[in-house]
C-alpha cells in the first residue's frame, strides 16, 4: 500500500492551509486561511482531514485486495 498525505485545507475557499509551523495547534484553535482570510476551527480541519484519510486508506485496501484476488484467478 502506498503512503499518502492528507492536507488541510480551507473551510470557507478550499486552499491548503499553511500555518506556522513553529506553533503547535491545539483543540480550539483557528488558522487562518492565507488566500481568503478566514478563520478556520482547528477542530472542524482534523476532523475533515480525519475522514479523507480513512476514505483514502478504504480506497487503497479494496485495491489491494481487487489486486491479490487477480492474480489468484
Do not use: H, P, W
Not at 498525505?5 to 473551510?11: A, D, E, G, H, Q
Not at 478556520?40 to 481487487?66: F, T
Request: with cysteine; hydrophobic share 35%; net charge negative.
Amino acid at each position: 500500500m502506498e503512503d499518502f498525505t492528507v492536507s488541510l485545507t480551507c473551510l470557507f475557499c478550499d486552499a491548503v492551509l499553511e500555518g506556522d509551523t513553529s506553533i503547535e495547534y491545539k483543540s480550539g484553535d483557528f488558522i487562518k486561511c492565507q488566500n481568503c482570510e478566514a478563520e478556520n476551527d482547528y477542530d472542524s480541519l482534523i476532523e475533515i482531514a480525519k475522514n479523507k484519510g480513512i476514505e483514502i486508506a478504504k480506497l487503497n485496501v479494496e485495491n489491494e485486495i481487487k489486486n491479490i484476488f487477480k492474480k489468484f484467478r
